[in-house]
């Protein structure tokens, strides 16, 4: 389909979209199938400029009025590089915004954009997306907290065998899963004691909380209220808010609960450190059949892995490594050496294959020991992709 502007009567309500739609940049803003069941989300989108197919990039500059583009000039954009992890930081901005100011007309839709440009990240480079989960720390807690939420649930879904629309909407879950304490989970990050009694009860109030306010903004799916409102229930019946047991909690709640307990112990608290990723799994995989169903917590345990992108590693030969790309094997993944064991920091990091002896990974570094900043430009320089401004 060649690009065109797209008309409100090319969309059916409650039904899926046929192509993919993007803005007059060439941005994405839904992916092909996306369902929308609000006649006014498609009257803004359509007011606001929306295009469908829209291939590599626009082929018209937004400036010149439509149908009005330049005789005999070159449509094609000028292209840039762009990373991974910028695209995970842009992401974490672009639901700051979104969720400090929504506006119920095109809320759940831009939610999906969100969705959509991780999955094209993870698409572009699964290992340096979820290496943002160990290495990315700036700004706002809480929607860190969310994103990396919604990156894990598209690798875990994946390994469940959900296809890319259902794995969307449980991104979608992820991405507004604390929209009910926002503010409370900054706070709680930030204090150097565990939460008082008022505090915890908040905590156990916000997946209703946070389903009502999706509702509130124009949410119509009832699938992605669902996860949110039981992304805290356990099926031992000691979760929260309704105490729902076994059966009665979806498993893609129950994967959403896993992604949030994971990210919630590798990421750790002002009076408590971030856990390393052997303890985070061995936890949660003791705790199997109490929280979540076994079967699940094995596969988190399988899709991340024992040492998971951005792994501080130590090397049989002393040098210092950052775990860059999985492998068949989850013991030797490749890494790349920052400090040698003469402890010379590495301006170029250098590959090293784990399953070599002299490169077996020894164990498992905190960050607080490295003692100075990595450049994640440099680990993962295969992690770009050429895209249009």
């Known amino acids: 389909m060649s690009n065109s502007r797209l008309q409100s009567n090319q969309i059916e ?103 959509a440009r991780l999955q094209h990240g993870f698409a572009l480079d ?25 990156i894990l649930i598209e690798l875990l879904m994946g390994h469940a065998g959900g296809n890319e629309i259902q794995r969307q909407t449980v991104m979608c879950a992820a991405l507004s899963m604390n929209i009910g304490m926002l503010d409370l989970q900054d706070e709680l990050f930030h204090q150097a004691v565990p939460p008082s009694p008022e505090q915890t009860q908040q905590v156990n109030q916000h997946p209703a909380k946070g389903a009502s306010r999706l509702r509130e903004l124009g949410v119509r799916d009832e699938s992605w209220i669902k996860f949110v409102e039981q992304h805290h229930e356990t099926i031992d019946g000691k979760g929260y808010p309704k105490g729902a047991v076994g059966a009665q909690i979806c498993r893609a709640a129950q994967l959403l609960s896993l992604a949030d307990r994971y990210g919630a112990m590798a990421t750790g608290r002002g009076y408590r450190a971030p856990a390393l990723p052997n303890v985070v799994l061995k936890q949660i995989f ?20 024992i040492y998971p992108p951005g792994s501080l590693v130590e090397l ?17 993944p490749v890494a790349r050496c ?15 294959l784990t399953s070599e002896a002299a490169y077996a990974i020894k164990r498992l570094v905190p960050v607080a020991e490295l003692g100075f900043t990595l450049n994640a430009a440099l680990l993962w320089d295969e992690g770009f992709e050429v895209e249009p401004i």
């Open 316 to 332: 049989a030969n002393g040098d210092i490594a950052v775990v860059v790309k999985r492998t068949q094997s989850a013991s030797h």
């Open 286 to 305: 003791m705790d199997k059949d109490k929280g979540v169903d076994a079967g699940l917590a094995g596969l988190l345990v399988k899709a991340v892995g």
């Open 126 to 150: 699964s290992d340096a997306l979820l290496a943002t989960i160990q290495m990315q720390h700036e700004g706002r807690y809480a929607m860190r907290r969310m994103v990396h939420g919604a």
């Open 13 to 115: 309500l409650g039904k899926p979209i046929p192509f993919d739609a993007f803005d007059a940049n060439g941005k994405l803003l839904l992916r092909r199938g996306v369902v929308i069941d609000n006649q006014h989300q498609i009257d803004t989108l359509v007011e606001r400029g929306l295009f469908r197919d829209a291939g590599p990039g626009p082929l018209w500059d937004p400036a010149v009025p439509w149908n009005d583009k330049v005789p005999g000039s070159d449509p094609r954009p000028v292209a840039k590089k762009v990373s991974v992890f910028e695209l995970a930081a842009q992401v974490q901005q672009q639901l700051e915004r979104l969720l400090t100011e929504p506006e119920p007309a095109d809320f759940a839709l831009r939610v999906h954009a969100l969705a």
């Open 338 to 352: 920052v400090r040698t064991y003469t402890r010379e920091i590495l301006e170029h990091p250098r590959k090293r």
